[in-house]
């Protein structure tokens, strides 16, 4: 697997631009399919209690595939791991479009599943800008690539409107077309990468740490050994609580708002633009978040997102069915909240082990968070159904304070990174 080794600032900066612009493709594939899930999984089921299976099955997908994906990545590097994502996600995609216009609920939790493989590129993404980055400018490295998902995720929505048009075109159901728009962002992104991803930062940062030597080729990426290394490293473990907690957080009260909305007789195009402005909120700030964690240290800036995710949580469970200004704002809040767990916990788990770890640690830790926001997400659509929706984000809000106190109780010892 030897490549050319260019300047490692070359190769970084090179590789940070290529990573900004899968992102920005696959953000489109991943934010459309994301605004219609819940709403055509109640309409193929015929349940609203079922509704939110299509993004729990998307979560889970996503976590489930980042067992193979951080293997490939582990012998093979970022490029073929990444790019083999994006694929699986545009196969899903393509399952979706015949589910929706079939009415096959099964075949639409299958292509869902599938579709999941693209958030495990997504997620992985940020953790390919961080092989080659310098210590103290890790976070704003890892900021700018999660930064380029706006651009994608801002439209992504957006696309449920002019998606009619081209299902219209297409002969296929109206909200069949975000799922086209999917389906051609993920194989752009996987060519784009395929392409421009060279030489392989993982590879190349091992191969200039002499990591090939620490440990046997055939575990690098292992998920099991990472689970381990997490649990016998107290900083591995903080942060991949502080992503988790935030990722599910906000998955639960994110995928049920387009129900709450469509209970008041929102239009299509109105959730899809607070849709849009909450993921404005998750991926606009990044860079700032970066910056402050280079800066102060995770702890301040997790402990900032847990005070943004509770005070969403109760905007939004003030709010009434339908739109509104208050669950707007608590939409956007939510976003930021995220983009400060997400951010600072991220850059914590990518320097807390060396590199002949990280591929087995990033994605322990992704699996992690994605598994439980798949039983978030599921237990989302019940306890809306059974409870409300201001339940749902009640609950949501005690699981933020949980974070706070462990972070507050642990200390600060996470500002003291691990060499590379």
């Known amino acids: 697997m030897s490549e050319p080794v260019s300047s490692p600032a070359s190769v970084q900066s090179r590789t940070v631009l290529t990573l900004m612009g899968s992102q920005t493709l696959g953000g489109i594939g991943v934010a459309s399919g994301i605004a219609v899930g819940a709403i055509v999984a109640a309409d193929v089921s015929g349940r609203d209690a079922l509704s939110g299976l299509a993004t ?7 976590a489930l595939f980042t067992i193979p994906i951080a293997a490939l990545m582990g012998r093979h590097g970022r490029r073929v791991g990444l790019a083999t994502a994006y694929l699986v996600g545009g196969v899903g995609a393509a399952l979706a479009i015949t589910a929706t216009a079939t009415g096959t609920f ?8 599938l579709f999941g493989a693209s958030t495990t590129a997504n997620s992985q993404a940020r953790y390919a800008a961080t092989d080659l980055a310098a210590p103290e400018r890790r976070g704003r490295q890892l900021s700018w690539v999660v930064w380029a998902t706006t651009i994608g995720s801002v439209l992504g929505p957006n696309m449920v409107g002019p998606g009619k048009a081209v299902a219209g075109m297409l002969g296929l159901p109206p909200l069949a077309g975000a799922w086209v728009f999917s389906c051609l962002g993920f194989l752009l992104a996987a060519v784009l990468l395929h392409v421009l991803l060279r030489p392989d930062p993982l590879l190349t940062a091992r191969r200039l740490a002499r990591a090939e030597t620490d440990r046997p080729p055939g575990r690098e990426g292992n998920v099991v050994d990472g689970l381990r290394i997490i649990a016998a490293t107290p900083t591995a473990l903080w942060a991949t609580s502080a992503v988790t907690v935030g990722h599910v957080v906000m998955v639960a009260v ?6 709450h909305m469509r209970h008041g007789q929102a239009e299509i195009e109105l959730i899809g633009l607070v849709i849009s402005l909450h993921i404005l909120g998750m991926y606009g700030l990044a860079p700032v978040t970066g910056q402050l964690t280079d800066r102060l240290g995770a702890r301040p800036v997790v402990l900032l997102g847990v005070g943004l995710l509770v005070l969403a949580c109760l905007l939004a469970a003030l709010s009434h069915a339908g739109f509104s200004a208050g669950l707007t704002a608590g939409l956007v809040l939510l976003g930021l909240g995220w983009s400060c767990t997400f951010v600072a916990g991220s850059g914590t788990v990518a320097g807390s082990v060396p590199v002949g770890q990280r591929a087995s640690v990033q994605g322990a830790a992704d699996l992690v968070m994605g598994l439980t926001a798949a039983v978030g997400g599921a237990l989302a659509g019940v306890v809306m159904d059974v409870f409300g929706y201001a339940v749902l984000c009640a609950v949501a809000a005690l699981a933020a304070a949980g974070l706070a106190a462990y972070t507050v109780a642990r200390g600060d010892h996470e500002r003291s990174p691990v060499g590379v």
Do not use: C, D, I, Y
């Open 106 to 113: 099964w075949l639409l939790l299958l292509g869902t599943t």
């Open 56 to 62: 729990t099955t998307q979560v889970l997908g996503g």
């Open 254 to 259: 994110m995928v049920m708002t387009p129900l």
